[in-house]
């Protein structure tokens, strides 16, 4: 047992008492740590979303070309998505609303998530499950298009706005990430239009690679608006 205070500092804190010349050694050896952990966090984002893209491009086209269409024929885009994905839907929609690119005309989307009080309205007289699908119900209508983001593919109000939508005859898009979840399987059985999934069981990872495709497919859908030949052309890149 420590017979001092000195005795007991140094045996519970022994860092206060290592040379300045050792403690910087430790600082640097931390910062060393730290630069190969960055460097190796973006080599795997790197990775991940070039896999993602070779992979998925010919749906990514796909689903540009879709909402080139909704757009030209009138159609306007709905977007929904819970908690980091909410935030990304509010991006989707100001990037078609308020386009920041010289030459690109503003396109109409309305973010789900925005109205607070009516989604706290919906989930408190309802349930959570349904504070999409009634704003859906609302303001969508036959030759729209929702895309719902979700990082399992799982959110269950996200599922029952798809749902709805495919009665309401809107185009379903989904943004899902690790094994799909439930988004997968709506499409396989015919459920979903499109699913785009970014196979990665890190949350960061999917998010990342979420923000570069909707991006992406921004660009895109702008692109095919461009080229009428392309809007009226059949759907050759269609899943």
């Not at 070309?65 to 757009?71: D, E, P």
Request: charged share 25%; glycine share 6%; with cysteine.
């Amino acid at each position: 047992m420590p017979e001092t205070i000195e005795d007991f500092s140094r045996a519970f804190y022994p860092f206060l008492h290592e040379s300045g010349q050792r403690r910087k050694e430790q600082r640097q050896e931390l910062m060393e740590d730290l630069r190969f952990s960055l460097m190796e966090k973006a080599r795997e984002s790197i990775e991940v979303k070039q896999r993602f893209f070779e992979e998925n491009a010919k749906t990514i086209l796909a689903v540009s070309q879709h909402l080139a269409r909704t757009f030209a024929r009138g159609g306007k885009l709905l977007v929904c998505g819970n908690g980091g994905s909410a935030t990304d839907a509010q991006h989707v929609a100001v990037e078609f609303m308020h386009p920041v690119t010289v030459g690109r005309k503003a396109l109409p989307a309305i973010c789900l998530v925005n109205d607070l009080a009516m989604v706290t309205a919906v989930a408190n007289d309802v349930s959570f499950a349904d504070v999409f699908t009634r704003q859906l119900i609302a303001l969508g209508r036959e030759g729209d298009a929702l895309l719902a983001i979700s990082t399992s593919g799982n959110s269950e109000n996200l599922l029952s706005a798809c749902a709805t939508a495919r009665r309401m005859k809107i185009a379903t898009i989904g943004f899902s990430g690790g094994d799909g979840g439930r988004m997968v399987e709506m499409q396989a059985e015919g459920l979903l239009d499109f699913c785009l999934n970014a196979p990665t069981s890190s949350v960061h990872r999917i998010q990342e690679t979420h923000v570069t495709l909707y991006h992406i497919v921004w660009d895109l859908t702008h692109t095919f608006l461009q080229r009428e030949s392309l809007l009226e052309a059949d759907d050759e890149v269609h899943r």
